[in-house]
Each structure stands twice: as C-alpha cells, then as structure tokens.
C-alpha cells in the first residue's frame, strides 16, 4: 500500500479514535493528544501493517494499547464531579441527537451505568455497540479470543441492565 493511500485511509477513522479516546481519558484535550500519539504511532509503524487486513481495528488497538502505557498511568483529572455528571462537554456518543431534558438525564444515567463497569466490559460494549466493531475486531483490540468477547459483553449488559433498572417498563 502506498504510503498516501495509507494515511489518508488511517485518517477516515479519525472521529472514531477521537470519540473512544474522549470516554477513556474524560478530557477533550488529553483525547487530543492521546489520538495524535495513535497517529504517531500508526504512521511510524504502517510497515508493520498488513494490508488486507482490517485497519480500523489495528488503529484502535494502537490508541488502547498507547493508552493503557502511558495515559492510564498518570494521573489524571477526575473524570465525574462530585455528583457523578461528567465535568466536560464532550459527549461519549459523537454523533447523538440533540437532546432534550429527558434525554439528557438518560444520557448522565448510562455514562454513570458505563463509568460503574469494569474497564475490559466497558471498553468491549463501547467498540461493539457503539462503534459498530465485529467480534473478531473487538477481539483483535483486545488481544483476546472472540469468546471472551462475547462473554464481557453480555456480562457487560447484563451488569448495565441491573445498573438502570429504573428504566424498565
């Protein structure tokens, strides 16, 4: 793959990085960086690529795995205030429509349900479900088996359904 082809192709995902980067460091500016060192990354390392497979889920797996090495452990700013509504104004889900009042208290309600999950299910329903990313995707970002997978995400949803029970009708 020429080398143009690559990088214009990496950057048709820029806004997914971003929106993914965005809910795992709770700081626009920190995503910023975080997707910029992804970019990094991924550029030097495009030799490493092999084409016919499936880009996309190479780039996440560079934003998690930068993530995990660098930005998690630092410290960083608190991600909910005090009364567990996030302190920004980015939203998780880029492309969600405007919101009204109830809405907007269903949207607080699932952040706070996503931010009470462990880290390995939140991160697999935020690629599967809200990405749109197949099984073996996910798996590739993951570094594990497709059947772990399948397995935090449904004790993933399993956990969000107990966590928002009062929406049930």
């Known amino acids: 793959m020429a080398e143009t082809d690559f990088q214009r192709q990496t950057l048709e995902h820029l806004d997914a990085l971003f929106s993914l980067a965005v809910y795992l460091t709770r700081n626009p500016s920190q995503a910023q960086d975080l997707v910029q060192e992804t970019y990094?990354?991924?550029?030097?390392?495009?030799?490493?690529?092999?084409?016919g497979t499936n880009l996309r889920a190479w780039l996440f797996q560079i934003l998690r795995n930068t993530f995990?090495?660098?930005?998690?452990?630092?410290?960083?700013?608190?991600?909910?205030?005090?009364?567990?509504?996030?302190?920004?104004?980015?939203?998780v889900f880029h492309a969600a429509p405007e919101e009204t009042d109830a809405s907007m208290a269903a949207h607080t309600d699932l952040e706070?349900?996503?931010?009470?999950?462990?880290?390995?299910?939140?991160?697999?329903?935020?690629?599967?479900?809200?990405e749109g990313m197949s099984?073996?995707?996910?798996?590739?970002?993951?570094?594990?088996?497709?059947?772990?997978?399948k397995s935090r995400i449904f004790r993933g949803k399993e956990r969000l359904r107990e966590l928002l029970k009062d929406y049930r009708q």
């Open 40 to 51: 990094l990354r991924a550029f030097r390392f495009a030799h490493r690529f092999e084409p």
């Open 68 to 91: 995990f090495t660098f930005y998690r452990l630092r410290e960083r700013e608190p991600a909910l205030a005090e009364d567990g509504v996030p302190d920004w104004d980015t939203p």
């Open 112 to 130: 706070r349900a996503l931010s009470r999950l462990p880290p390995e299910f939140r991160m697999v329903l935020l690629l599967a479900e809200v």
């Open 135 to 149: 099984l073996e995707e996910v798996a590739r970002v993951m570094e594990c088996p497709v059947g772990t997978v």
